[in-house]
T-cell receptor
Framework: ELKVEQNPLFLSMQEGKNYTIYCNYS?????LYWYRQDPGKSLESLFV?????AVKQEGRLMASLDTKARLSTLHITAAVHDLSATYFCAVDMYFGNEKLTFGTGTRLTIIP | GAVVSQHPSWVICKSGTSVKIECRSLDFQATTMFWYRQFPKQSLMLMAT?????????EQGVEKDKFLINHASLTLSTLTVTSAHPEDSSFYICSARDSVGTSYNEQFFGPGTRLTVL
């Protein structure tokens, strides 16, 4: 059974600071997805990482994937209040299977 | 592009009644759609995979007779919660995979339906 864990579960940080959210998964996968969810809303796609060593950046967010370590990171640079949300990573179980398994989620609160 | 809609956005019903939730891919065809359930402050849990023209595949622990899924066309899947009870109250989210899209499993998510059973 594929397990996807995120760390930390809750994160409160001040504006302007940097921090990293970690996503570990238990079985081989080359495809990892990051999503953002605002309260009461559905998911917004942030990044799709498709290979070992993949790095993608959008604004103050940067995601990377290390398939050998089964680890992805979501790095936040110079946080701003608008980034307050819950962030989920999700992993395919294996190629050809379309199911996504979601991580536990990280609730991020940016304090002015 | 790649927009998925859900209807209704929220619904309040009495215990024992049935509720139907629609999921539509607006600008693409989706042979496969997915239904998720999310309790407050928790992650998404896959309930079932909906396949156009065939039976849905349910995850372990999900009652097929309680959560009826119909995927009658390439743009519409429905989830019917039968004889709803308060413990069925949750946020239900659907997603759809573009049939002619990319090779990876990019799913486009609907806005969700909040179900409250009194």
């Amino acid at each position: 059974e594929l397990k996807v864990e995120q760390n930390p579960l809750f994160l409160s940080m001040q504006e302007g600071k940097n921090y990293t959210i970690y996503c570990n998964y238990s079985t081989t996968s080359d495809r990892l997805y990051w999503y953002r969810q605002d309260p009461g809303k559905s998911l917004e796609s942030l990044f799709v990482l498709l290979s070992n060593g993949a790095v993608k950046q959008e604004g103050r967010l940067m995601a990377s994937l290390d398939t050998k370590a089964r680890l992805s990171t979501l790095h936040i640079t110079a946080a701003v209040h608008d980034l307050s949300a819950t962030y989920f990573c999700a992993v395919d179980m294996y190629f050809g299977n379309e199911k996504l398994t979601f991580g536990t989620g990280t609730r991020l609160t940016i304090i002015p | 592009g790649a927009v998925v809609s859900q209807h209704p956005s929220w619904v309040i019903c009495k215990s024992g009644t049935s509720v139907k939730i629609e999921c539509r891919s607006l600008d693409f065809q989706a042979t496969t759609m997915f239904w998720y359930r999310q309790f407050p402050k928790q992650s998404l849990m896959l309930m079932a995979t909906s396949n156009e023209g065939s039976k849905a595949t349910y995850e372990q622990g999900v009652e097929k007779d309680k959560f009826l899924i119909n995927h009658a066309s390439l743009t519409l899947s429905t989830l019917t919660v039968t004889s709803a009870h308060p413990e069925d109250s949750s946020f239900y989210i659907c997603s759809a995979r573009d049939s002619v899209g990319t090779s990876y499993n990019e799913q486009f998510f609907g806005p969700g339906t909040r179900l409250t059973v009194l």
